[in-house]
């Protein structure tokens, strides 16, 4: 157990839905990365918050969006959904984000889009 | 372009054997870490070692060792006396120090251990 939580477990829905998925990390953790994993383009990185701010951003479509809040939980938004959005979300938390930091994964979000 | 390239991916070995997993990454960037990364069927990532690029010595952790090559762009994984236990996805990943803070991931080899 990596201490970082996700929920839900599974998810299923619609095309052009919107879900929600949220992340709680370690104790103690600033940091939360969003990466997605799908068969066809790998695991890829989405979107780091640090503190509630917004770190960096990698290949996320403008179609998700995310945030990280006062209690640093962090929750990813998933709109207009496509079939090819079904994948395994993970969240990683870290302590400060910096590289030399392990990111500890959670147990993904398997999102299944009919 | 930053990018990670697992040739490999199917392998299998006998239980109590030992295996290397091959990895390359592309990267213009000298400093960096390099990361192999274990998912079990529970899909769970779970670290399994870590090197740091401006270290010349390979990193070790019990019965998992790399070969790092950094002027071939190589960070090979060797699994010592396989166990039942190792069979999972396993994916080598780097972190640049400078910049962005993400892992950039391999595709990953599916490492089967017959009994």
């Known amino acids: 157990d990596s201490g970082v939580t996700q929920t839900p477990k599974h998810l299923i829905t619609a095309t052009g839905q919107r879900v929600t998925l949220r992340c709680s990390p370690r104790?103690?953790?600033?940091?939360v990365y969003w990466y997605q994993q799908s068969l066809d383009q790998g695991l890829q990185f989405l979107i780091q918050?640090?503190?509630?701010?917004?770190?960096a951003k990698g290949n996320i479509l403008e179609r998700f969006s995310a945030q990280q809040f006062p209690d640093l939980h962090s929750e990813l938004n998933l709109s207009s959904l496509e079939l090819g959005d079904s994948a395994l979300y993970f969240c990683?938390?870290?302590?400060?984000?910096?590289?030399?930091?392990?990111?500890?994964f959670g147990p993904g979000t398997r999102l299944t889009v009919l | 372009a930053q990018t990670v390239t697992q040739s490999q991916p199917e392998m299998s070995v006998q239980e109590a054997e030992t295996v290397t997993l091959s990895c390359t990454y592309d990267?213009?960037?000298?400093?960096?870490?390099l990361f192999w990364y274990k998912q079990p069927p529970s899909r769970q990532m779970i670290l399994v070692i870590r090197?740091?690029?401006?270290?010349?010595q390979n990193a070790t952790e019990n019965r998992f060792s790399v070969n790092f090559q950094k002027a071939a762009k190589s960070f090979s994984l060797k699994i010592s006396d396989s166990q039942l236990g190792d069979a999972a996805m396993y994916f080598c990943?780097?972190?640049?120090?400078?910049?962005?803070?993400?892992?950039?991931f391999g595709q990953g080899t599916r490492l089967t251990i017959n009994p």
């Open positions: 918050y640090y503190n509630g701010e917004e770190r």
């Open positions: 090197q740091e690029a401006y270290k010349q």
């Open positions: 104790s103690g953790d600033l940091s």
């Open positions: 990943a780097y972190i640049i120090i400078q910049g962005a803070q993400k892992l950039v």
């Open positions: 990683a938390s870290t302590l400060t984000g910096a590289s030399y930091n392990e990111q500890f």
């Open positions: 990267t213009s960037e000298s400093d960096y870490y």
